[in-house]
């Protein structure tokens, strides 16, 4: 069952793994941009997110507490930004932008006694009897419960947002703050808190990364992820199960190109590890290519005050 | 009549003042039930404050309302409606890219499951003659047919008094037939409506009573019925009022052609334009109407030379432009106006001395040797200011700080004083006040006069009337052929409209 010293079985497990920091982030920006706000500061409250989610989990010795705290960490460095944008009206470009360093800079700073430890593992959800199933067992059985959360997520965001009141509502306020604020939505309100569920998925995100993905602690954990997220997003029209898709592409070419290293691929390692945001960024202009309107939502990244 | 029905709102001593202005003072007055009453005055009189004050979305300052025998105060749309009180907006309410149900839906306090909503739309819907599918994306719907989904949004939820803000600006004259239909069916049933505009023929064809507000203030009450609308305008306006005058020039060759012109929109949800083709001689004003979203931006764009098309497409003065940018095409002696006046017109937070160059640095010479000429652009300005009465205190006032109304008399001016040979206007006159209005329409007038072709693309038929020599209707990015005004009755203009779009039917059968 090996291709050129490949096992597609291991291959699509760890990929499901792999692309779980990047889905977390993504769905959460997926609907804070589906709300009007474009918050460039996902790497930002990622790396947080993994720090608090890693101290935490050392010091209760809690996996479960640490994604939690990973989660309170993301939401609150996202707050800063809801408070910037949307009570100081301040551009959200930049102050996505300025998050996003923020963000590394202080997971350096809390960081620093961290160096090399190792959290507590988190172990996989379902019994051995199934996980070692042929086939269908490591791809489906034998992973951690962040694997089915996160693809749990997926389902309930896309029914949230297709039919829900509450969805119907988010998706308003991101099509035209005016219109939402005339029928006597608070416009600045519900943006605040799509910002705060935003933040907290990529805290979950990048606790992930800390907790599961590459343990012990190294500084600057996220390694891009969350711009990769942010890309997704575009590239998925916005919508759940398109984000889905791109995060297992990303997710996949990742775990490919490290077995073709280890395979000891012809290909130089500095192309193979180019290759997934390359061919991601591929992906995303040929999906947006030729079409006229790509889902975007009409009042991204314009600020709403009610002066009217 | 009036007397026998009970008392529905009384408004007390209303009073609302933002910084710098006062925008209601001590407004009074009363609505019995099924009546319907008209709130007339100028852009600025405070009516639109007047009712958002009503609807909830206000606070007032001071002042009282009684509704329906009780002390009535909303301090949220949400309680407005709640107490039975439903608003149709003039602009702003509806979300293009969600469907109609889901449209009507956020409009309303508890609505059904979306399969049951779509019923009761579809219900209602014909119940008063308003056809709507409650599929469709809002985004793909006519101007006509997004304000029935306003009006269906609001009949759902079994209103006492429907607030309707300016419901025909956007219509043509079939569809506004059609409105009062079911605005005549709605206040039989009970229903009180406080209907807002200026349109002072409408309001004496459907109003029971009216309330006329000027500066924040009511001036006066009257019974429509019982005035001309000549003494209603008088007492919205506070003087007398005065018609352009037509300078009579002689009309020269074609300054302006165009031929089988075909764009795409660039626009979300916009019109393509359709093998249009026209020709204005020097002197002439062509007049376009059309409901909004027909293809009045797209023209525009592609005649300012923003959208490109082919060379021979677009000619002036017998020189190929088609291919040309805008400021290749004012050298070349056109100029455009845009509608949009904060983003399109203007760069809203630049200076008014900084504005005049954007459009006027290329035909008034406002560089040197790759600068910019800052004291000949500040005396143009200064110009504009003076010749068309900008109420600023000066020019290096940001745009975005001017009333809509001063701020389009600047615009107007900039584009009218470059001395071009051919103008193109959309909305010359929109949101700006009768005696100001009157000013532009003057204008452009005289620069025909001068020698100039003039388009005005236009939605106020009475505007377009008064200032074209010859007239065309744009319909979903095509253009009819134009004609003579002369002779034109408003059934013919209608025609030309594209009727009802279909609605005429529906009331029958209803």
């Not at chain 1, 692309?19 to 500061?41: C, D, K, Q, S």
């Not at chain 2, 306090?109 to 779509?118: G, I, K, T, V």
């Not at chain 2, 929109?265 to 020097?282: D, E, N, Q, R, W």
Request: aromatic letters at 6%; charged letters at 20%; a neutral charge.
């Amino acid at each position: 069952m090996d291709l050129g010293g490949i096992n597609p079985v291991i291959l699509i497990a760890t990929l499901m793994a792999s692309a779980v920091p990047i889905l977390l982030a993504a769905l959460g920006e997926t609907v804070v941009e589906r709300a009007g706000v474009l918050n460039l500061g996902v790497e930002g409250m990622m790396v947080v997110g993994a720090l608090g989610g890693f101290v935490i989990a050392v010091e209760t010795g809690s996996p479960m507490l640490g994604f939690i705290g990973g989660a309170v960490a993301g939401a609150l460095l996202s707050l800063v930004f809801a408070a910037l944008t949307q009570v100081f009206l301040a551009n959200q470009v930049a102050t996505g932008l300025a998050l996003t360093l923020f963000g590394l800079g202080l997971s350096s700073l809390g960081g620093q006694g961290y160096n090399g430890i190792k959290p507590p593992p988190t172990g996989q959800l379902l019994p051995d009897a199934l996980a070692d199933l042929p086939v269908v067992g490591p791809i489906l059985f034998g992973h951690d419960w962040m694997v089915y959360f996160s693809l749990v997520m997926v389902a309930v965001l896309w029914w949230v947002l297709k039919a829900t009141r509450i969805g119907l509502i988010i998706r308003a306020v991101g099509e035209s703050h005016e219109a939402a604020h005339a029928l006597g939505y608070k416009v600045n309100r519900i943006r605040l808190m799509c910002i705060a569920f935003g933040g907290a998925m990529a805290g979950i995100g990048g606790a992930y990364l800390s907790l599961v993905r590459v343990p012990p602690w190294v500084d600057g954990i996220t390694a891009g992820a969350g711009w990769i997220a942010l890309a997704i997003v575009v590239f998925a029209s916005w919508k759940p199960w398109r984000v889905l898709i791109g995060a297992y592409l990303f997710g996949g070419i990742t775990v490919l190109q490290l077995n073709l290293q280890v395979a000891g691929s012809v290909i130089p390692v500095e192309y193979l590890s180019m290759a997934p945001y390359l061919i991601t960024i591929i992906v995303l202009v040929i999906m947006s290519a030729g079409r006229k309107s790509n889902g975007a939502p009409a009042s991204l990244g314009q600020n709403f005050h009610a002066s009217r | 009549m009036t007397t026998t029905r009970p008392e529905l709102l009384r408004v007390e001593g209303i009073t609302k003042a933002y910084p710098g202005v006062v925008a209601n003072a001590d407004g009074s007055f009363a609505i019995s039930e099924g009546e319907i009453h008209a709130l007339l005055g100028e852009n600025g009189a405070g009516k639109s404050t007047m009712v958002k004050m009503i609807y909830g979305l206000v606070r007032p300052d001071s002042g009282t309302m009684t509704f329906r025998g009780s002390a009535y105060q909303p301090a949220k749309p949400a309680e407005a409606r709640r107490s039975g009180v439903a608003m149709v907006f003039q602009h702003f309410s509806l979300f293009e890219a969600l469907n109609v149900a889901e449209n009507v839906a956020l409009g309303m306090e508890n609505p059904p499951q979306m399969r049951e909503l779509a019923a009761r739309i579809r219900a209602v819907s014909e119940e008063y003659g308003l056809p709507l599918d409650p599929s469709r994306m809002v985004g793909d719907l006519s101007a006509g047919e997004r304000q029935r989904v306003e009006i269906i949004r609001c009949l759902l939820q079994d209103p006492k008094l429907l607030i309707m803000d300016e419901p025909t600006s956007v219509l043509t004259p079939q569809e506004v037939e059609i409105l009062f239909r079911t605005l005549r069916q709605l206040s039989s049933e009970g229903t009180a409506i406080l209907y807002i505009s200026h349109k002072l023929e409408e309001i004496k064809s459907l109003c029971d009573e009216a309330t006329i507000l000027r500066r924040g203030r009511v001036v006066a009450t009257c019974t429509p019925r019982e005035r001309t609308a000549r003494e209603m305008a008088e007492l919205m306006v506070g003087a007398t009022l005065k018609t352009p005058e037509r300078r009579q020039g002689v009309k020269g060759e074609v300054a302006l052609g165009v031929s089988d012109l075909s764009v795409a929109s660039p626009i979300p949800f916009g019109t393509s334009l359709k093998g249009i083709s026209f020709t204005v001689a020097k002197g002439e004003v062509l007049g376009i109407a059309g409901v909004a979203g027909n293809g009045q931006d797209e023209l525009l764009l592609a005649l300012s030379g923003e959208l490109r098309s082919s060379a021979d497409k677009v000619r002036i003065a017998g020189q190929p432009v088609g291919d040309l940018g805008p400021v290749d095409r004012r050298k070349a002696g056109l100029v455009a106006a845009p509608e949009d006046r904060y983003g399109h017109a203007a760069a809203p937070d630049m200076s008014l001395v900084e504005n005049a160059f954007l459009t006027a640095g290329v035909r008034k010479g406002l560089t040197k040797n790759g600068f910019v000429d800052w004291a000949g652009t500040r005396r143009f300005a200064e110009e504009i200011i003076k010749a068309y009465d900008v109420r600023t205190p000066g020019p290096d006032v940001a745009a975005r700080a001017l009333s809509g109304g001063n701020l389009q008399k600047f615009l107007m001016g900039r584009e009218l004083m470059q001395g071009a040979s051919v103008i193109v206007i959309n909305q010359p006159t929109w949101g700006v006040d009768a005696a100001a209005a009157a000013a532009i329409r003057q204008s452009i007038l005289d620069r025909a006069g001068e020698g100039a072709a003039v388009v005005v693309i236009s939605q106020d038929l009475d505007e377009l009337l008064e200032v074209s020599d010859s007239f065309a209707v744009l319909n979903e990015g095509r253009l009819t052929r134009p004609r003579t005004v002369e002779g034109l009755t408003m059934d013919e203009i209608g025609l030309m409209m594209g009727g009802a779009h279909g609605m005429e039917v529906a009331h029958h059968a209803g």
